[in-house]
């Protein structure tokens, strides 16, 4: 991992539960003398599980997994999820 995580900047996350489908990026320089927060946040509503997708700017293929709600997924263990080919 490159310093301060800085290899997950640009990653896309795509959140799909039920009906309803959400993405956002990770970035940087949020802030002015500080560095904003790295953690992206999906509200699932009532659904109970979501399936998570992460798309990063380098050519390794994007990853993806099942996950439930209410928890708090790290970048390291969807990077090591089942890679999209």
Do not use: K
């Not at 953690?39 to 390794?60: E, I, K, T």
Request: net charge positive.
């Amino acid at each position: 991992m490159s310093p301060a995580g800085s290899d997950r900047i640009g990653a896309r996350v795509t959140v799909a539960s039920g009906d309803r489908l959400q993405a956002a990026e990770v970035r940087s320089g949020a802030s002015y003398l500080s560095q904003g927060d790295f953690r992206l946040h999906f509200g699932l509503g009532d659904a109970r599980s979501a399936r998570v997708r992460v798309a990063r700017p380098s050519n390794r293929p994007a990853t993806e997994q099942e996950a439930s709600a209410n928890q708090l997924i790290t970048m390291p263990a969807l990077m090591e999820a089942r890679a999209l080919r």
